[in-house]
């Protein structure tokens, strides 16, 4: 079994293995502007399911008191 500074230095060693290097490349407004529409769409398509969820019993319960 590994003692905890070893297991520390494996870790620290295995993060920076992993970790890329520096890039060198440019990424345009387009980008940004595409993940910030994907991250919106994400968090609407979400907001959408829960409050389709939550409509449909608020509905049948709307039409039981009407009746």
Avoid: D, E, H, Q
């Avoid at 399911?49 to 319960?61: E, F, G, H, T």
């Amino acid at each position: 079994m590994l003692n905890p500074s070893r297991l520390l230095a494996a870790c620290a060693a295995t993060v920076l293995l992993l970790s890329p290097g520096i890039a060198a490349a440019y990424t345009g407004p387009g980008l940004g502007l595409g993940a910030i529409g994907v991250a919106f769409g994400l968090i609407g398509s979400l907001l959408l399911a829960v409050a389709s969820i939550v409509w449909y019993p608020v509905k049948r319960l709307i039409r039981r008191i009407r009746k």
